[in-house]
Nanobody, 129 residues
Framework: QVQVVESGGGFVQTGGSLTLSCTTSGLSFADYTMAWFRQAPGQEREGVSC????????YYSNPVKGRFTISRDNAKNTLYLQMNSLKPEDTAIYTC??????????????????????WGRGTQVTVSS
């Protein structure tokens, strides 16, 4: 049975930091591209960051570039998102996903092709102004 579980969300003031974790089981973590998505109330889900299976290729959406850092530990089947200089507009439910998707950059930001097959339920991040 595949499990994808996020943790580390919480309440933080503007300018603060949080580190999200995503632990997985029942899937070949090291074989998959991993990504973080977020969805704010009343808004569509958006991709935040993506990392390839080796951890060598990293991708970020324009709103978080320079503030967030994605990483993975294949030995621990865990994905991370270090979030610094948080802003109220970062408030959302953050969800991680795994799959054979391929991420890349275009002139308008990062995008992915293919599928993310496994999704967690998300963790709430709230940034106060």
């Amino acid at each position: 049975q595949v499990q994808v579980v996020e943790s580390g969300g919480g309440f933080v003031q503007t300018g603060g930091s949080l580190t999200l974790s995503c632990t997985t089981s029942g899937l070949s973590f090291a074989d998959y591209t991993m990504a973080w998505f977020r969805q704010a109330p009343g808004q569509e889900r958006e991709g935040v960051s993506c990392i390839n299976w080796t951890g060598a290729n990293l991708y970020y959406s324009n709103p978080v570039k320079g503030r967030f850092t994605i990483s993975r530990d294949n030995a621990k089947n865990t994905l991370y998102l270090q979030m610094n200089s948080l802003k109220p507009e970062d408030t959302a439910i953050y969800t991680c996903a795994a799959g054979p998707a391929v991420c890349a950059y275009s002139s308008s930001g990062y995008y992915y092709a293919g599928d993310f097959l496994y999704w967690g339920r998300g963790t709430q991040v709230t940034v106060s102004s």
